[in-house]
């Protein structure tokens, strides 16, 4: 089977698996990737993600990673919410997560259909090798996406597709496999800068470059210790992550809801009440989200991140749930509650 037609049958078998975007590259990075990777390294704007410098190498060539590697099979999964992701921003007894993390954990449901599909490649093709990659691996798949023609990085660095608007998780298919290659995306932002003037802490310095360290979602989730205070009142009641630029793009108007059951949203994690979650001890924390993303953080810094929302909620009815946890044995979370409390009290 040549080239194009192994394509084809590749697509057709991930779209039948439920993927809903599939596209092919090289594996190989371009220039202005791997560029923009560098320029983003030098500046120190991934904070204290130590891993993305350590094997930045990996990351800025695919074929360091995998040498075998010939060709990338970009994969794209749906998970386009059926109401306004920001809705609860206003709501200051409630917390809001990300849409990504109010269910079960997409890297589990991607990377599970990642093995199905590079199962059946290897039975199909025999002697190909295959390697398979969710967000955990030191892989640029955006970039690889842009170039394998699913969508296109904005100007928030996040992927865009026409189809789906921002929703879209990633996933990749490495293999030995000579395939031909999709059509690049081209960039279609235009003049149109609303994910840059929509972030609550003006992360972006400029088009296309993020500062991770006055991200939301990077201080939520990878951040470790007290969050900056100069940054905890933009913050809001955002407790896991942001979802603010993504849901201000246009192209959203051409994005539809999901239809894969384990990206329906818990009613628990739905605008949870901030009380109730400021009290989880360990156990009660590892219980509520288990199989969610948001476990790996552990209750030390989702109590932290939920503080600050506390703190940020101008609603005195919190103000004691605020000192209850001012010796709180991490000091983080104690110092965090002693900062809501001063807030509250006006």
């Known amino acids: 089977m040549g ?20 596209g092919f590259a090289r594996a190989a990075l371009a220039a202005e990737a791997r560029e923009r990777l560098g320029a983003f390294l030098a500046a120190g704007h991934h904070g204290s993600m130590g891993w993305m410098e350590a ?12 040498p075998e590697a010939v060709s990338v099979i970009s994969l794209g999964l749906n998970y386009g919410p059926d109401r306004d992701p920001m809705e609860s921003l206003g709501w200051r007894d409630r917390g809001t ?23 059946w490649i290897a039975g199909r093709f025999k002697g190909s090798g295959i390697k398979v990659f969710v967000d955990t691996a030191p892989v640029m798949e955006k970039p690889l996406a842009q170039q394998a023609g699913i969508g296109w990085q904005g100007k928030h660095t996040n992927l865009v597709s026409r189809d789906f608007g921002s929703w879209l998780f990633l996933g990749e298919v490495f293999t030995t496999l000579d ?27 400029a088009p296309y470059r993020l500062d991770a360290r006055r991200c939301i979602s990077y201080l939520t989730i990878e951040h470790h210790g007290p969050i900056p205070a100069e ?13 603010d630029c993504l849901a201000v793009c246009p192209w ?10 384990a990206f329906a949203p818990r009613a628990a994690l739905t605008a949870p009440r901030l009380a109730e979650l400021a009290a989880l001890d360990d156990a009660g924390f ?15 810094r989702f109590v932290r991140n939920v503080l600050v929302a506390i703190g940020n909620s101008g609603d005195p009815a919190l103000r004691a749930t605020a000192q209850g946890l001012c010796d709180d044995a991490d000091e983080s979370v104690a110092e965090c509650a002693r900062w809501a409390s001063e807030r509250l009290l006006g």
């Open 55 to 66: 094997r930045a190498d990996q990351r800025a060539d695919p074929k360091a990673l995998w």
């Open 286 to 300: 590892r219980a509520l989200f288990s199989a969610s993303p948001i476990k790996r953080i552990g209750r030390n």
């Open 179 to 205: 395939l031909v290659p999709d059509e690049a995306e081209r960039d279609h932002c235009g003049r149109c800068d609303a994910c840059l003037r929509a972030c609550p802490t003006e992360a972006f310095p």
């Open 3 to 22: 080239g194009a037609e192994a394509r084809d049958a590749i697509r057709a078998r991930a779209l039948a698996l439920g993927f809903d975007a599939v």
């Open 252 to 261: 959203n108007k051409f994005a539809r809801a999901h239809e894969e059951p």
């Open 231 to 243: 940054l905890r009142a933009r913050m809001g009641n955002r407790i896991y992550g942001c979802d």
């Open 97 to 119: 997560i990300s849409v990504y993390a109010r269910n079960r954990d997409y890297h589990d449901l991607v990377k599970g259909r990642l093995k199905q599909l590079g199962g």
